[in-house]
């Protein structure tokens, strides 16, 4: 393995260097606030629609950037405009948080799910964190609350049940609300204990130690549903919530949730890795079907930024050849495939073959978060 | 170009030895009614869940062979299993139709679109005609009206209008109107001339002459829209509207119809044709941007069956070289990839470079129809 310090300073020059200049000179919208997020290759604007995961996303990395790496004015700048453009606008009266706007802040789309709302919260912590603004943290717990209650009753949000729908819960949903209270809660954690504990609960009904397999979406018992919807694999995101769990673990001081946490990301990534290829499928169907979605073998960036991060602090725990040896495995096919070091950023999306097919750095799903946050965190995690 | 009799006759025996005999075998639930679609390539069952778009066309497809092929009892009691499914357990009190069902007929899924709604009056029409059934037919044209109203006004089905949204109209809705009529009113066309004439303007609204485009999105005026949404391409969808155009084109002797369909179809194809690798692009950006959806370089089944009659078609009117060319390219393409002669029907997906992806020949987006549909049109315009 190379030398520690080598990777430290890959990744060091990639964050400030190549990813976090093409934001703050691409994406910035100075006029009315907030973030463009479809950004061609070279930065053109190719829509000028502002996404909402993406702008709560974005506003939380530099908000993130300035209270974790330096104080920065320009990127508390940065912060600030998505922070008022998303509390002058993205938020309904009901705290229901649209999906896009234009770029003046008028709604285009609402989705009937609650990520939106959990990016917003994320996005409010992060900026009254690096802010001072302690009123953006109130608002964000106040919506945490609400959040939470539609998590458990997503009819609450316009989604509705059908006679026949077989009932399931979905990884997504205590995945995220584990991730969004380790933001909101800071030093604060053991207010939040129940429903830490509770998060911890539902994502582990996903973990199913005897087939080494980790499930999208289950029965409510945590059984198999056996279904298009039941056998999903989504390798990439059972990897990221594999280090959403470590990190409550480490902090719980729980053996047992760590050990779990590292199965959850080494069998995911055992399963997940195209051993033909190389790279992370996006989708696989646990009995070996070909899933249902069109781009199930595709290489996605997030994935794979994911995969960075839930290795290295695997292997930073454990100490094992295998985890050094897979953070290695998946840092060599991801510098190899995704920086664009002519303009900066990544690109998002390769076939199977590793081949871009799609040339532009932002879109609808792709903004500044996953690539930067986990540079940061491996930097950080390296630095340690 | 080899003989009219040779293509003749291998559509002939794909259609009836390959394609038919798959759906028949694996597709038919005899017990509860309808037609499970999720069947993988040697027509195993990967889900029991029966989609409405698919039940309701291949409750289409078979009344259709029976009325146009050969009276065989067989078939028209697939067709009877079908239609009385979608009577029994797909329409809501309100006439909206479901989207997904288990197979047993609790509703799943609905959509906030009136696709179902449409595939539901295929079937009734399409069956009513082959079983002598009245009763069926004054359900399709009761819904036809519902649907007709529904289609000015889609927040009726549920779909909210917000106040950044670029007003538009999409090519699916009207396209799919002007075939559900041809399916309704059969031989009495007249009656639904004012709705027909619509349409048309309505299509032709998506048909850039100066530019030998077709757009999937335009403003309601006709205007091109510059976002994601504004430039997107469907070339097999416009291929598809192009002979649905010709069928009314000719009914009504109309030769500057003619024309412009005869355009769509050549400009959509040759725009959607993959020069380097050969096949049909999924989606395509105006301006040349990546499209976001992620599919968007494969290589789909029924573009290249719309293809595949469209020319022919087309080739049947003008006599000009360059149709039957096209004709002979598609189908090259076609034949060479899409069937399996081992296990019957086709594969769906392939990868740009004319890989299969996926291996299952139904699935929720894939049914018993535009290969049977495209199969039997060429054979009978060959025939004629």
């Known amino acids: 393995m190379k030398a520690l310090a080598h990777y430290r300073s890959v990744y060091e020059n990639e964050l400030f260097n190549h990813v976090i200049p093409f934001w703050e000179k691409h994406s910035v919208d100075r006029r009315n606030g907030g973030f463009w997020n ?23 990395m530099f908000s993130k950037l300035y209270t974790a790496v330096e104080q920065r004015p320009e990127w508390l700048e940065i912060a600030r405009l998505g922070a008022d453009f998303l509390r002058t606008h993205a938020r309904r009266d009901d705290g229901r948080v649209y999906f896009s706007m234009t770029e003046t802040g008028e709604p285009v789309h609402m989705q009937r799910k609650i990520f939106s709302e959990c990016f917003w919260i994320m996005a409010m912590a992060g900026y009254s964190r690096a802010s001072g603004d302690a009123s953006a943290m109130g608002e964000a717990k106040e919506l945490l609350e609400k959040v939470w209650k539609w998590s458990r009753d997503l009819a ?8 026949g729908d077989t009932p399931s819960q979905s990884l997504a949903i205590p995945m995220i609300l584990l991730n969004l209270i380790e933001e909101v809660a800071g030093d604060d954690r053991e207010t939040y204990r129940p429903e830490v504990e509770e998060c911890i609960e539902r994502m582990l009904l996903h973990v199913h130690e005897d087939e080494e397999t980790v499930y999208e979406t289950v029965a409510p018992d945590g059984s198999f549903i056996d279904s298009i919807e039941g056998r999903l694999l989504n390798p990439g995101h059972a990897i990221e919530a594999g280090w959403f ?6 902090y719980l001081k729980r053996d047992d949730l760590s050990r779990t946490a590292v199965n959850m990301v080494r069998w995911s990534y055992d399963r997940g890795w195209d051993r033909e290829k190389g790279g992370i499928y996006y989708f696989l169907d ?7 979605q069109l781009e199930w073998n595709m290489k996605l960036w997030w994935p794979h930024c994911e995969a960075l991060y839930a290795h290295l602090l695997t292997y930073s725990i454990t100490g094992n050849e295998q985890d050094r040896a897979a953070f290695e495995q998946v840092h060599e096919y991801t510098f190899s495939h995704f920086p664009d070091h002519k303009f900066g950023e990544w690109y998002g999306y390769l076939d199977r073959d590793a081949r871009v097919t799609h040339r532009f750095k932002g879109g609808p799903y792709k903004g500044c978060f996953h690539v930067p946050r986990a540079l940061l965190l491996c930097w950080k995690r390296m630095s340690e």
Chains 1, 2 share one sequence.
């Open 156 to 163: 609450k949000v316009g989604r509705p049940v059908y006679a």
């Open 38 to 60: 479809c950004l061609d290759r070279d930065g053109t604007r190719y829509d000028s629609k502002k996404f909402i995961w993406l702008n709560g996303r974005q506003t939380w």
């Open 245 to 250: 769990l470590q990190h409550w673990a480490q």
């Open 286 to 292: 646990s009995k070996g079907y070909s899933p249902t």
